[in-house]
């Protein structure tokens, strides 16, 4: 039975494996599908300490991963499937194998959500998605529309204008929840404009988006706008799924951690670190900074 599995490899898995592979405990990391987790998908990040001139998200996601390897984490390219207690450990099974550990870290992060109106579905791909950094070259000189009000739809917005002519926000309410400096960003930005209080109701196109129906929340009218790609920033939701209900969740459906040390769960050796525990601050750098924890707390849970 090896010491420790680390499930994900987002900012907190890989910092985690730094931490655990350190400490002599050879973690073994299962990356999943979604490798280097949101990052991948993400642009700029200007914000993690220590790149003064900021850094693309999957390069420093490939970094973290090299820092990772370099102290011997083995990092397995598997989904872990489910995870059950035996006796004095864990049993994940994979999409390949089954595997025996002492204690677990669950870095699982989270998954954009979709606004599960009509052709978003169908359209995926085909001017609806849920990434600008992978899909953004496809709009040049085209109008898109970027939906959300957070963060992420300003970042989107933001890096859209590098390559479509025009870019709407649409927003639900009349106010945005991103940080001031984003919204100040979005909103001088003389190729973006913004949406007030508009929810996306329909996605239309034949094989490819032609326009989007918007309703207005607060007179209920619908207006049909023709666009040539949809962009969905609206949060995100925890990767939880795997666990059918071996840890206790939140009610936001977030792990619980806390009970006795940052990162245990509610079954003992069992920790969790990053955006799967975390509504609240989901950065980069607050998801290292809980991997880190969760190495310690799973490499003193083994020392007792
Ligand atoms: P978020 O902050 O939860 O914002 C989601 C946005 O989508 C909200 O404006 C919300 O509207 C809207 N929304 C949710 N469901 C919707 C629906 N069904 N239809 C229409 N609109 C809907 O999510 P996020 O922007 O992904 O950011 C998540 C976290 O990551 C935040 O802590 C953020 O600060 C962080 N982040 C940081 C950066 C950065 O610092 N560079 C970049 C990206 C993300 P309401 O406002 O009405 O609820």
Known sequence: MDDLAIIGSGPAGYTAGIYAARANLEPVLFEGLESGGQL???TDVENYPGFDQGIMGPEMMQVFKNQAERFGTKILTETVDSIEKIENGFKLTTSKNTYEFKTVIISSGASANWLGVEGEKELQGHGVSACATCDGFFFKDK???VVGGGDSAMEEALFLTKFAKNVTVIHRRDSFRASKIMQDRVLSHDQINVSWNKE????KGEGQVSSVLLKDSQTNEVEEKEIDGVFIA???T???SFLNGFLELDEKGYIKTGSTTATSTSVPGVFAAGDVADSIYRQAVT???TGCQAA???ERWLEN
Do not use: Y
């Not at 996306?200 to 996605?203: D, K, L, Q």
């Open 296 to 298: 310690i707390d799973a």
């Open 234 to 236: 609206i949060g995100h």
């Open 143 to 145: 109008n898109v529309i």
């Open 238 to 240: 925890p990767n939880v």
């Open 200 to 203: 996306v109701v329909e996605i």
């Open 40 to 42: 991948m998908l993400t």
């Open 287 to 289: 998801a290292a900074g």
